[in-house]
């Protein structure tokens, strides 16, 4: 995979595997957003760019936070991609080169004119301050409650206060047990290290299959951030993690809750436009030397996520994104 070390790229290290199994860096820019840069966001100026890769489930959380708010105008994104010379490349086009004489090609590029002396990974999504020329974040997590904090004129919350809590608990749950848990199963070097992450994903498909079965989305009747964590692994879940992730015991279509509440999301208005399973496949297949060395894509599954689900005969349905209407928080919803 690669890292930068000392603020240099070094292709030949990598501490993602440690004793066979996938360890997962955390966040180095991982503090709250403030409040100031959100007012600014919201105040349309275009300082602040959303970096991100149309493939990686962790840069999905914020595009979909994006489009379900509805503000795709005051949050500008450039969009990293291609082939995984230096890690992930950055397209020519695209406002974080808008005046630059000398294009940014590499994701890394960001992290070393933010610290010239880091070490690390260089991960998407990225929050950009193109006045400063420094990273503000590059938390999907804190990127996506930026995101829902700025003004709006479609009245969504992702995080009703009633719920923090819950939706806390139940996005670590999410993250843990199933969208870093595929992964770990998918990027193992060790049976047993395969064997327990992919048991935790399959239990967890199973947890989350019998509480969707008797309610709409994963906190009762309205759209989560938590529903925004779970459908990013979804969607790539028969495309990539099924087939060149090994976890093959299922797929998504075989749950029937699951698989209908995945398409209740995708169409909803805006989200489709986020899903792009062309980038998706190639971003696994072809930078994966290790499994793929010859860079064959498989093809798609051949899954209809336009097909009806019927979800909204479940319960009240909170469609914020196009009534604007007021939240009503008085449904029956799991402990979690």
Request: with cysteine; proline share 4%.
């Amino acid at each position: 995979m690669g890292m930068i070390v000392n603020g240099k790229w070094r292709q030949e290290i990598d501490t993602a595997i440690q004793n066979g199994e996938f360890v997962r860096n955390t966040s180095c820019y991982d503090k709250p957003i403030p409040k100031s840069v959100i007012e600014t966001i919201s105040a349309g100026t275009n300082r602040y760019i959303l970096t991100a890769s149309m493939s990686c489930p962790w840069s999905h959380r914020t595009l979909l936070a994006r489009a379900v708010k509805n503000v795709e105008q005051l949050l500008p994104i450039h969009i990293a991609g291609g082939p995984r010379i230096q890690g992930y490349g950055l397209q020519t086009e695209g406002p974080l080169n808008e005046v630059r004489d000398t294009p940014l090609r590499h994701v890394h590029k960001l992290y070393s004119l933010t610290d010239k002396t880091y070490t690390g990974r260089s991960t998407v999504p990225i929050l950009w301050d193109q006045k400063t020329q420094k990273i503000i974040s590059n938390s999907s997590a804190n990127i996506m409650r930026a995101i829902d904090l700025i003004e709006d004129k479609v009245g969504i919350t992702l995080l009703p206060k009633p719920f923090g809590t819950r939706i806390n608990d139940l996005n670590q749950l999410i993250f843990k047990n199933l969208s870093n848990a595929v992964y770990r199963a998918g990027l193992a070097q060790r049976q047993r290290a395969y064997d327990e992450a992919v048991t935790s994903v399959f239990d967890t498909l199973g947890v989350l299959e019998h509480r969707l079965t008797t309610q709409r989305y994963l906190m009762g009747d309205f759209l989560s951030e938590s529903d925004l964590h779970l459908f990013a692994t979804l969607v790539r879940f028969d495309a990539v993690y099924n087939t060149h992730f090994r976890c093959t015991r299922h797929r998504l279509v075989e749950y029937d809750a699951l698989w209908a509440y995945a398409r209740d999301i995708f169409q909803w208005k805006n989200i489709a436009q986020t899903v792009d399973f062309t980038a998706i496949l190639d971003g696994y297949y072809s930078n994966d030397g290790d499994h793929n060395s010859f860079k064959i894509i498989a093809e798609c599954p051949l899954t209809d996520w336009n097909a009806a689900h019927h979800r909204d005969l479940m319960g009240p349905q909170q469609l914020w994104s196009l009534s604007g209407g007021p939240v009503h928080l008085d449904n029956t919803t799991a402990n979690l």
